[in-house]
Structure formats: structure tokens, C-alpha cells
């Protein structure tokens, strides 16, 4: 009984509008069936609705230069990344995309530039891009035949670590790789490739964001997520 009644509260708090149109009680969803369940009130369903519309925010990054920083909040059916210019202040929308945006945030060397990571109608191949200010359209800083992922940000604050691997659509890559790259958002042409990883267990977040010492040498640790085992990984750039 409990089961039902759970699913019917969970339908009836979106349709708010209810009490307004005078109904006394919520008739069933047409696809549930119903049988011995006690009529449900519109009114409790409108009581119940906010408390099924939590929207919470996670804090992604600050600003590079203001006290202003960027989370990740539900906006419509997907999350999106939002400015927050004070505390308490109201949020201002900064992506709307059909895709949710969770990570990204204001390039330092350009700080009205936003750099963000996002993949595109849910194909899981997610690609990096830098939106200018006043643009609506994103600038595709990634190849687009390869999955990328943010690792981290050097100390001079003016190139992002990103891990590139091939896409394996037959699932028959024996010998899969991957790529770790320095990119300038603001010139992505000149992307400078430090090593190449093998397999894929180098899961996101084993890189230390903004831990990367500037210079020729580079001293990384990964940690592989299938394994449980630690590498450090020290990389010259390759030409």
C-alpha cells in the first residue's frame, strides 16, 4: 500500500495548479493502477509540492580577480552553472544547454571567458569548450572524435591538463590509452601533449586540479580506479 501511495504523492506535488482548479482530490495517473487506495486530497498535494522541488547548488569554482563564484544548480530539466556575484545575491544563469553543464568556470587569463566541460545529447563523449562574454554559442576547444576530461589548471594559470582517450564504440579496443594534453582556451591550436597513459582507469579527479609545476618537467599522481594502486608520472611535453 505504502508503495502506491509514495509514487501518487510524488505525482501529485508537480501539479501544483491543482487546488486552483477546484478539484477535491487527485485522481490516479492513468498508467498506475490503483486498487483500495483511499482518495488523496488535492490540497495535501499541493501542501507536499515543495518539499519535491529541492534545487541545491554545489559550489565549482571562484572567480579568478572578484569575490564571485560559479556553482552547478538545476535549471529546467538539467543542471546548469550559475554566478553568484555576493552571498545571498540571486543567481544568473550562465549556460542553458539541452545537456547539463557541471564543471567550468571563469578562465583567469580572460576572466569574462567561461571554460566548461559537457557532452552532447547524452553520448557520454565529453568535450571542452570556452563560451566568450555575449556569446551564445560555445567555442569547441576538443577534438571531437575523442572523449576529454578537466584534470587541472598549471600554477601560471594559463593552460588546462586534460585527459583525451580514443571513443570505443565496438567495445573491442584491447589496448586502450590516455592522453594528457595542455591546452590554452584561448588558443587552442597550440595544444602540447605530455604523455600517454595506458588503459583507462585514470579516473577523473585522480589529478590534483591546479597542482601542476610550471617548467619543463611536470610530476603528476594518478591513481587507477580498478587497481587501488598509486603511479607518479613525470612528463617532459612533447613536441
Known amino acids: 500500500m505504502r508503495s502506491l501511495i509514495i509514487p501518487l504523492l510524488a505525482t501529485a506535488a508537480t501539479v501544483v495548479a491543482i487546488g486552483a482548479h477546484g478539484a477535491d482530490v487527485l485522481p490516479p495517473n492513468a498508467n ?47 543542471t546548469q ?15 542553458d544547454y539541452a545537456e ?10 580572460a ?5 566548461f566541460a559537457r557532452d552532447t545529447g547524452g553520448n557520454e563523449q565529453q568535450q571542452v569548450y570556452r563560451l566568450d562574454a555575449d556569446a551564445r554559442e560555445p567555442v569547441l576547444l576538443t577534438d571531437a572524435a575523442r572523449r576529454h576530461d578537466i584534470a587541472g589548471i598549471t600554477h601560471a594559470r594559463d593552460r588546462l591538463l ?33 604523455a600517454t597513459l595506458p588503459g583507462t582507469g585514470w579516473g577523473e579527479g585522480a589529478l590534483p586540479p591546479r597542482l601542476l609545476p610550471d617548467g619543463p618537467l611536470r610530476q603528476s599522481h594518478r591513481q587507477r580506479a580498478f587497481r587501488g594502486g598509486r603511479r607518479t608520472l613525470c612528463a617532459r611535453p612533447q613536441p
Open 32 to 78: 498506475l493502477k490503483a486498487d483500495g487506495l483511499p482518495p488523496i486530497p488535492a490540497e495535501l498535494a499541493v501542501k507536499v509540492a515543495p518539499y519535491t522541488e529541492f534545487k541545491p547548488a554545489t559550489a565549482v569554482s571562484w572567480h579568478p580577480q572578484k569575490r564571485e563564484l560559479v556553482v552547478a544548480r538545476r535549471a529546467g530539466n538539467t
Open 81 to 95: 552553472l550559475h554566478r553568484v556575484a555576493a552571498p545571498g545575491a540571486e543567481l544568473a544563469q550562465l549556460t
Open 100 to 109: 547539463p553543464v557541471r564543471e567550468g568556470g571563469w578562465w583567469p587569463k
Open 111 to 115: 576572466p569574462s571567458v567561461l571554460v
Open 162 to 194: 586534460v585527459g583525451s582517450t580514443d571513443l570505443d564504440k565496438t567495445g573491442r579496443r584491447e589496448d586502450p590509452t590516455v592522453d594528457l594534453m595542455l591546452v590554452d582556451p584561448l588558443d587552442p591550436a597550440k595544444r602540447q601533449k605530455l
